[in-house]
């Protein structure tokens, strides 16, 4: 009985944007961003930001260095990351860390049955892992491997990656997601915003970690500089998230012909990243990406993907599955998944 009570609820949401959006506020309700929303003239954004995207920024950063919570070594970080969207470390994570996960990740997946699941834009839902699902589908991904495998936390908490996102959300950050890609994405240029969905929309970062020399050709990552200061675009007239449901497949194409009809106007042109093993990407949740088309079909595009939130924000799949809402901890540090379950959590 409840659950088509409450599919009937969504289909009353979904036709009512601002019944959805009221509803949608009070269940998902978050202080801090409740306090973003007071505050609106803070941020360009009606949806708020990070600290670094203040309108005060200068101002900001003065206060926090005075205070001490920001050391004058990191400035020049700070102030790129805020103009550009994106910060690059070279040779920010050890190799031997590297081959440890790729060799503990190649365990986990001869395991009888694996652990671990697939997603891919060709499968319907989350898949078991086996090498016919993974090699069979595009675009496929391993997701949230950190779950089982502990040298993937050692790169995903790796003290370069949190300090960096400490310093850029003002908070401890909280692991909700990882993508272990063998090959390139083929993504379309988006913004994370609209999928990789949180109770405050713009406090979360993006993670790319480089796991081999990353060629032309083989789906390297690009992406607009700047297009983090973009308007905001508006799913049926209120919402920074998408919804296939509520918003209908033509929202997303406006929306992905949106951003390149933004870059054309700037005449901002596509970056591509060809890190290093051992490089990584930080992006800020509104910054436009994709993966570039794969030209050389026997070419791998090893690479550890992430997404992390600050400490009180939850991702939303914590109100779509209740199930999935624990947190859990290991050295000092905390993870969260779409996907798996444990006993042993907080
Ligand atoms: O690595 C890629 O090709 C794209 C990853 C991505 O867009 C994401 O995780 O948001």
């Known amino acids: 009985m409840i659950l088509p009570t409450v599919a009937a609820l969504k289909r009353l949401f979904d036709a009512n944007p601002l019944l959805y959006r009221t509803a949608f506020g009070l ?3 978050n202080v801090d961003y409740c306090k973003q929303r ?31 919570e920001v050391t004058a070594d990191r400035v020049d970080s700070l102030n ?21 996960y790729l060799d503990e ?20 839902s989350p898949a078991p892992f086996s090498a016919e699902v993974f090699s069979g589908n595009a675009s496929s991904r391993i997701v ?23 310093l850029f959300l003002e908070s401890e950050p909280v692991l909700t997601q990882s993508l272990s890609f063998e090959t390139g994405s083929e993504q379309a240029v988006h913004q994370d ?18 796991l081999e020399d990353i060629q032309p050709g083989t789906g390297e990552l690009v992406y607009f500089p700047e297009s983090h200061h973009w308007p905001d675009f508006l799913f049926s007239r209120y919402f920074k998230h998408y919804d296939p449901d509520r918003d209908g497949e033509a929202q997303l194409h406006n929306w992905l012909a949106w951003m390149h009809e933004e870059a054309r106007d700037r005449s901002q042109r596509l970056s591509s990243f060809f890190p290093k093993k051992g490089d990584v990407l930080f992006w800020h949740p509104a910054l436009a990406h994709g993966g570039a088309p794969i030209n050389d079909d026997n070419g791998t595009r090893r690479s550890l993907v992430s997404h992390y939130c600050a400490k009180g924000v939850r991702p939303l799949y914590h109100y779509y599955k209740p199930a999935q809402r624990k947190r859990y901890h290991w050295n000092g540090c ?11 959590a907080s």
């Open 105 to 124: 990740l190649e365990s986990l997946k001869v395991r009888s049955p694996s652990p671990l699941c697939v997603t891919s834009s060709t499968l319907q």
């Open 38 to 68: 007071l505050h609106r003239s803070r941020y360009s954004s009606r949806f708020g930001g990070l600290w670094t995207d203040r309108v005060d920024y200068e101002e900001q950063l003065r206060r926090r260095l005075n205070r001490g």
């Open 27 to 29: 269940a998902t309700f």
């Open 334 to 344: 905390t993870y969260t998944s779409a996907y798996y379950r444990s006993g042993s």
């Open 80 to 100: 790129s990351w805020r103009e550009q969207g994106f910060l690059k470390l070279d040779n920010a994570v050890d190799h031997r860390l590297i081959d440890d």
């Open 193 to 210: 915003t609209a999928f990789v969905r949180m109770n405050a929309p713009m406090k979360f970062i993006g993670v790319w970690i480089a």
């Open 144 to 166: 949230d491997d950190y779950f089982y495998s502990e040298s993937a936390r050692y790169l995903l908490f790796h003290p370069s990656i949190t300090e960096h996102l400490s």
